[in-house]
């Protein structure tokens, strides 16, 4: 058995979402910008960094340092598919290209270098296909094992390169600090043990640290000495299920454009289909003739047949403000099922075939988002406890209903739940508006509520203050309100809430 | 058992041949293989026919749990429904009168296009219940109803709708549990009023809107006119 991995050579591309995300929104590559992922900051652009904003960074602090940061959502789907294009490129001049992460892939460099003349002409030819890609920030590093070769990588400087002579990397590794482990837990803890290398902590006796930290501290412990037992598994190039149709004269007719992409929504299918494959998510591009697109992704609760993708090829066009006529059509699979899981039974889904077709009409008239299901989802407020779901989105719903919410007002819901709350005021019998105290305490009994209109309506029922004070440990969520049931003159029951800016209906139970 | 709250003088021979004309007709149906969607039971009695009658339209003015009452039965029955036009509707008391929310379908903003996008639902789902944002027109309301003949479908509009086949409203709400500072929302009788615009009589009834249960139900003798909040 061999402690040390093969010799690899590692590509690694600075800041791979920061690029991805400005190729696809064709943004300008030099401004700040950040990406977020569970609020903090996963990626940012140089120009970012120089004003001090760090990976792992809370969104709020980032903006601080930096008020000219463009802030958007991390999207690692769109990390992934923009790399298959680099991915591609590099299968043209290495063989066995293995993908570590989006913007990171490893090479068995053994071949390669007896091919090129040498390791340092091979990763010489990977920096040139690199650069050839627009990918300015790529670094190579060349040693044995993953860690040490991907260590090397980054250590280089812009488009250089960093070789480490066989059986060098635990040298080589001995000066960099323990984080570089990507680690939380013991880069913050060697540090107070007083160990702030890799190589102090390759230092410790093995049975010392597989007693202390467990297996996973045994294995970097393994990994700090330049003993990496993980090689390069090199990747099985995806068959192409892409189809394309290219139109030499612009086509600006949404029906010309689904005629000519018949024929390749058939193919697409069909190439599936040989592979035993359903596509149950499709991605659509259109290129047109003075160079801007639309490109957006369609589900299908079930698969999508030839007729169906032909359908949201029009759905796309209509809904598209395109200016100019198309010239090309890309369909290409985003997400793939198995056949034989998609099997229709015999009986039984007849009706719901014809109402997916006719809402994904709908959605064709009005947007995306302009067909809802509603789902219901946990929390104390009436608006809080339901979601809405675009038609065809598999729900994801991120308060779970089921675990008691204490504090939650007990039914019947209100019919009325204004997605926008109502402004107004709540005046007592001598027109004072009503205040609640710290304490909770009412100032005076609601008599009258006043609308935003000036209509009058006079309270005869009402009960509350019920207090409500949640989430105080999390600035941008905390809230502090008193809620209040009241039944007016004409019968009509509403739910008003007051907070530290005023009284809001939030419901109506008409 | 069920009683109508509203009690009618005694029928004059004139009325009692008109209304013997109304149950003629209403046995006449409009078509030979007229279909129906199931009603609430509480709200059945307040029906022409009895029943949602497929491909007609009817008007709901005044409470949005009595527009979504008329769902219930049909969601429960297993057919799919939509509702147009209501961004501000609350979920919870939607489940709550017992309509499936996996067979709902909401477009809460349909814009100019509100009368296409009703036309597309009809196609596909059985009940569409609709807040026009603009008074419909007379033109537009026989393309709806024409569309609602041949699929089978069921419009229910809240607010006016021309030539709907019964328009219900509500009134003389009364809310329970509630008091002058105690006591929280429990339920709420109101006195449905149905117009039913063949025979033009009208009928109304006594209904809890939404019970204490959160469901419909009609209101009965022995607990029919407890309004005083309950003490707690």
């Not at chain 1, 490893?106 to 650069?131: M, N, Q, S, W």
């Not at chain 1, 198995?338 to 109402?355: F, I, K, M, Q």
């Not at chain 1, 105080?472 to 003159?489: G, H, L, M, N, Y």
Request: charge should be positive.
């Amino acid at each position: 058995m061999t402690e040390t991995g093969a010799r690899l050579l590692v590509l690694w591309v600075a800041d791979w979402p920061v690029i991805a995300y400005v190729r696809e929104h064709r943004g300008v590559s030099g401004a700040p910008l950040a990406l977020i992922g569970s609020g903090v900051v996963q990626s940012c652009s140089a120009a970012a960094r120089a004003e001090g904003v760090r990976r792992g960074m809370r969104q709020r602090e980032a903006q601080s340092r930096c008020p000219g940061l463009r802030v958007s959502r991390h999207d690692p789907g769109l990390d992934a598919r923009a790399f298959e294009e680099v991915l591609t490129a590099l299968e043209a001049v290495l063989p066995g290209v293995h993908p570590v992460r989006p913007g990171t892939v490893a090479v068995r460099v053994r071949g390669p270098a007896r091919f090129y003349g040498g390791e340092r002409a091979a990763a010489l030819r990977v920096v040139a296909t690199a650069a050839e890609l627009g990918l300015p920030g790529a670094r190579v590093g060349v040693a044995d094992g993953l860690f040490a070769a991907e260590q090397a990588a980054r250590s280089a400087d812009a488009a250089g390169i960093v070789i480490v002579p066989p059986g060098e990397q635990a040298a080589f590794l001995a000066p960099l600090p323990v984080n570089v482990l990507g680690d939380p837990e013991l880069g913050g803890l060697l540090p107070r043990l007083g160990i702030r290398t890799l190589g102090g902590f390759a230092a410790l006796a093995p049975g010392d640290v597989a007693a202390r930290f467990g297996p996973d501290g045994a294995r970097l412990h393994a990994l700090a000495g330049g003993r990496d037992p993980r090689g390069a598994a090199p990747r099985i190039p995806p068959r192409e299920f892409d189809v394309r149709v290219g139109f030499e004269t612009a086509l600006d007719r949404a029906d010309q454009v689904a005629f000519g992409v018949r024929g390749i929504a058939d193919a697409f299918i069909a190439g599936l289909l040989a592979q035993r494959l359903v596509c149950t998510a499709v991605r659509i591009e259109f290129t047109t003739e003075n160079g801007d697109g639309s490109d957006r992704v369609w589900l299908h609760p079930r698969s999508f047949t030839a007729a169906e993708v032909v359908d949201r090829v029009r759905w796309q066009l209509d809904g598209a403000d395109l200016r100019s006529g198309v010239t090309e059509v890309r369909i290409r699979p985003d997400a793939v099922d198995p056949a034989g899981a998609h099997e229709r039974g015999l009986w039984g889904t007849g009706p719901d075939e014809g109402v997916h077709s006719g809402l994904s009409r709908v959605q064709g008239m009005l947007g995306h988002r302009g067909v809802l299901t509603a789902v219901p989802a946990g929390g104390r407020s009436p608006a809080e406890r339901q979601a809405m779901v675009p038609w065809g989105d598999r729900p994801v719903v991120a308060r779970d209903p089921t675990p008691p919410w204490p504090g939650a007002l007990p039914p019947p819901a209100p019919a009325t739940v204004y997605a926008v709350p109502r402004p107004l005021s709540v005046r007592d019998a001598h027109d004072r508006p009503v205040t609640v105290d710290e304490r909770g305490a009412l100032s005076a009994p609601p008599a009258v509520m006043v609308s935003q209109t000036g209509a009058r309506r006079r309270l005869t029922a009402w009960a509350g203050p019920w207090p409500l004070d949640e989430r105080w440990w999390d600035a941008r969520e905390a809230r502090t309100a008193s809620r209040f049931q009241a039944v007016d003159a004409g019968g009509e029951a509403w739910l008003l809430v007051l907070d530290a800016e005023g009284w809001w209906a939030h419901g109506h139970y008409d | 058992m069920f009683e109508a709250v509203a009690v009618e003088p005694e029928p004059t021979r004139a009325e009692l041949v008109k209304d013997l004309q109304a149950r003629i007709r209403r046995m006449q149906r409009s078509r030979l293989d007229t279909h129906e969607l199931p009603a609430h039971p509480a709200l059945s009695p307040l029906l022409p026919g009895g029943a949602l009658m497929a491909g007609s339209a009817y008007a709901v003015t005044g409470s949005t749990t009595l527009a979504l009452g008329m769902l219930q039965a049909p969601s429960a029955a297993g057919a799919w429904c939509a509702v147009v036009g209501m961004p501000d509707l609350g979920v919870g008391a939607v489940a709550g009168l017992g309509i499936d929310l996996e067979r709902l379908v909401l477009v809460p903003q349909p814009g100019r296009q509100w009368l296409a996008v009703v036309s597309a639902l009809i196609d596909v789902v059985s009940v569409v219940l609709v807040r026009p944002p603009a008074s419909p027109g007379e033109a537009a309301a026989s393309r709806i109803a024409a569309r609602l003949r041949r699929r089978e479908a069921v419009l229910v509009a809240i607010g006016e709708w021309p030539r709907a086949t019964a328009a219900l409203a509500i009134g003389d709400s009364s809310w329970t549990g509630l008091g002058a500072g105690f006591g929280r929302l429990t339920g709420r009788q109101v006195t449905v009023s149905s117009t039913a615009s063949r025979s033009g009589r009208p009928a109304a009834r006594r209904l809890w809107l939404p019970g204490p249960d959160q469901a419909l139900s009609p209101v009965t003798q022995n607990i029919g006119r407890r309004s005083s909040p309950s003490v707690h």
